[in-house]
């Protein structure tokens, strides 16, 4: 009885470790960056299927703004990549919704700052 119930208790958290979630991402979640980045670089917890993974960047109108080259990068598959022209001072959204290699699809955003 106690290893079925001990085995219920870790279930959740496997089957919740199968989704491919935000790690950490450059610019960093809610920071401020005194330059405009060349890119944003988003990691994940797991693999990401590159043809249904993708990065947008938007200005605080909804502009998308970045270069429309999101992209999975071909040396490290849980990293998702868009490149940006120059941006202005202000706040910029980044969007993200990734395929993980196994068929979990996740999706979210954050914010990031240009002051100069």
């Known amino acids: 009885m106690l290893l079925g119930v001990l085995a219920l ?3 959740p958290v496997v089957r919740a470790g ?3 979630f935000l790690d950490h991402a450059n610019p960093a979640v809610g ?4 330059a405009s980045p060349a890119q944003v670089r ?3 917890t797991q693999h990401l299927e590159p ?3 993708t990065v947008r960047v938007l200005d605080r109108s909804g502009k998308q703004v970045d ?3 999101s992209r999975v ?3 490290n598959a849980t990293l998702l ?3 940006l022209p120059a941006l202005g001072p202000g706040t910029y959204k980044v969007i993200w919704r990734v395929l993980s290699v196994d068929a979990h699809v996740t999706e979210g955003d954050f914010t990031f700052d240009v002051s100069q």
């Not at 920071?31 to 005194?34: A, D, E």
Request: hydrophobic share 55%.
């Open 18 to 20: 199968a989704h491919a």
């Open 73 to 75: 990068d071909t040396a």
């Open 81 to 83: 990549v868009v490149s």
């Open 51 to 53: 043809a249904f993974s």
């Open 42 to 44: 988003v990691w994940f």
């Open 9 to 11: 208790a870790v279930l």
């Open 67 to 69: 270069n429309g080259d």
């Open 31 to 34: 920071s401020t960056v005194r």
